[in-house]
């Protein structure tokens, strides 16, 4: 069933919206349709040719008017919900971790909740990733309203850990959900798909604006009870405890005060050869280029846990993505031998105008081309995390290892061009100069592990592709 988007517009109200601080949203038939189901097509499970890319098709009379009453039907709810109130006691995640914004349940006429709608306001710094928002915090933002949603549908009381063990998040095409309240938030969309009693899933889609693909996690959590999880993981020390809240009262974020890799990333091994010194005529016949890079993230402190667990801190996930999205850019920038182009940013977002004031980098204006001194970032595409072991405040260091490869010749091409600073022989319409990068990861155990070192802590692939970034002066 296909739809034209101008066809039908859905406003949901409820006559419940009575809290000053949470505004109705206004979805159509694309958001609708992500929480009934009735479509045969999971928006977070699209491919190319599924239903988003047809939404402005042409639709013939009798779809148009099964749409239309299916959706007068199915009118939805919008009920605020409290984070002290509706949340805390549920899930024990809790600021400055979590971050959600202005959050609705979505209730059907007969009262079931089919998911969540909220947003964020991107805090954690772009650091060497291109975009509007970096993807360590559009995964923290959409972990934690999976697990909302997955708290809301739990029939059994008390309070439960939902720990992503595994997780897809790629990029797709705009979908125009309707639910940024103001601008320079991001829109989030979460739905619990199944929930047993060890563990559930859910599909998620953030998204900032038009100009951007949107993105879309599929995530598997263990579910874990509070007197399970005290059973099995220690509360941390009461020195730790003190320090973690003296932290929070002070108002310090370890996720706005982020930096990148405490240490250097070194290169082991490379299939490149003098690729950085070849000219676009003296090309290898390889048709595979790849380089190995590792470094080292030492004991997390309990200060960089914050809100990720009241009494047991936990390195989160997201946080933990944001130092592989690090290394994943410096490792690509020595394969491609561009080490001093990948500068890190510190802003937090690029849409809308960011919560503090751009210091480097913003979209082109109409016409501008693309120079020789405008660096470069990365763009992650799909990320796929198999997370195998919680790493707890004081614990161990953990060894990343990491390989960069790319399958086609023409990374000579590339290579020349960053040895010659020639990147204006690319259209200004198009910000993407190279193909895409293989990338696949690797975390284990280090110092502070005792007898587990070198044990799996994680294990991720992703699909990079490079974009350079535009200098302009902000008025």
Request: aromatic share 10%; glycine share 6%; net charge negative.
């Amino acid at each position: 069933m296909l739809f034209n988007q101008g066809a039908f517009l859905l406003t949901l109200t409820s006559n419940v919206l009575t809290s000053p601080g949470i505004m109705a949203y206004t979805f159509g038939p694309k958001t609708t349709d992500f929480f009934t189901r009735r479509s045969p097509f999971g928006l977070a499970n699209q491919n190319d040719e599924s239903i988003i890319n047809h939404f402005d098709a042409p639709m013939p009379d009798d779809t148009k008017k099964f749409q239309e009453e299916f959706h007068a039907f199915h009118s939805l709810e919008q009920v605020p919900l409290d984070y002290h109130n509706d949340i805390k006691d549920k899930i024990d995640v809790s600021i400055p971790y979590y971050d959600l914004q202005n959050e609705v349940a979505i209730q059907d006429e007969a009262g079931d909740e089919l998911g969540v709608v909220c947003n964020i306001v991107p805090e954690m710094p772009m650091g060497r990733e291109g975009g509007n928002i970096c993807m360590a915090e559009a995964g923290r933002g959409m972990a934690i309203a999976g697990s909302v949603a997955a708290a809301r549908q739990q029939t059994r009381g008390g309070k439960f850990y939902y720990l992503a063990l595994q997780a897809k998040m790629t990029r797709r095409p705009y979908v125009g959900l309707g639910t940024s309240a103001a601008p320079g938030q991001a829109s989030i969309v979460a739905k619990c798909i199944e929930m047993k009693k060890r563990s559930c899933s859910c599909e998620i889609i953030l998204e900032t604006d038009s100009s951007e693909d949107a993105w879309f996690l599929e995530v598997t959590y263990k579910v874990i009870s509070l007197k399970t999880f005290r059973r099995l993981f220690q509360e941390a020390k009461k020195d730790d405890l003190k320090r973690m809240k003296e932290a929070q009262s002070k108002g310090y974020s370890p996720y706005m005060e982020f930096s990148g890799l405490t240490n250097p990333v070194l290169p082991h091994s490379s299939s490149k050869g003098d690729a950085i010194n070849v000219t676009e005529e003296k090309r290898p016949e390889t048709k595979v280029q790849s380089i190995t890079c590792s470094t080292v993230l030492p004991k997390p402190i309990p200060e960089q846990c914050l809100g990720h667990f009241e009494k047991s801190p936990a390195l989160p996930v997201a946080y933990t993505v944001a130092f592989l999205s690090d290394l994943m850019a410096q490792s690509i920038s020595q394969l491609v031998g561009a080490d001093d182009d990948f500068p890190f940013n510190p802003n937090p977002s690029l849409f809308h105008g960011p919560a503090t004031p751009l210091a480097h980098y913003v979209a082109p204006s109409p016409g501008v081309s693309i120079g020789a001194e405008e660096p470069l970032s990365i763009v992650c595409e799909e990320f796929n995390l198999n997370a195998e072991e919680l790493v707890f405040a004081n614990s161990f260091e953990q060894n990343f290892i990491c390989k960069a490869q790319y399958h086609r010749p023409e990374l000579q091409s590339l290579i020349s061009m960053v040895a010659s600073k020639r990147w204006s022989a690319y259209p200004p319409t198009s910000l993407n100069i190279s193909p895409r990068f293989e990338v696949t990861m690797m975390g284990t155990k280090g110092v502070g592990s005792e007898g587990k070192y070198g044990e799996g802590v994680f294990r991720s692939t992703s699909i990079i592709k490079l974009q350079q970034r535009t200098k302009t002066v902000r008025d």
